[in-house]
């Protein structure tokens, strides 16, 4: 157990300095969230796990669980979307959180409207 959560920890932190040397990609605009349509990916997509928390996902009304999440900042949290989370602290996640027709801005879209359904922000 330590091994993984010492992973996890490794992983996310990796994330961070990943993109934080502009290594998250040739985009260089900022995203801006659209709850509107990042609930339509909810109910689409993201629900099946999200709602009640299958397989260690954030159950949307598990507000300690977005706020840790939150911590991580929007950037670490997309990147961590888009290409899943094999080994989490909880459980685990498929790349794009197994949305194949999902862009990268749906998927910021879905995290801006669970992250407010749970009452969080996350900074940058």
């Not at 996890?8 to 349509?37: D, H, P, R, T």
């Not at 709602?51 to 260690?56: C, E, F, Q, S």
């Not at 991580?72 to 794009?96: S, T």
Request: net charge negative.
């Amino acid at each position: 157990m330590r091994k993984i959560l010492a992973l996890s920890i490794a992983i996310v932190i990796g994330m961070a300095l990943f993109i934080s040397c502009g290594g998250g990609g040739s985009k260089s605009a900022k995203l801006v969230g659209n709850a509107e349509n990042g609930k339509d990916v909810y109910d689409r997509v993201c629900i099946a796990c999200h709602m009640t928390g299958v397989a260690g996902a954030a159950a949307l009304d598990n507000k300690e669980r977005w706020e840790e999440n939150a911590a991580m900042g929007m950037k670490a949290l997309h990147l961590a979307v888009i290409n899943g989370v094999p080994d989490g602290k909880y459980g685990v996640m498929a790349e794009r959180g197994s949305c194949t027709d999902c862009s990268d801005q749906d998927l910021y879209d879905a995290i801006v409207y669970m992250l407010g359904e749970a009452n969080v922000t996350a900074g940058e």
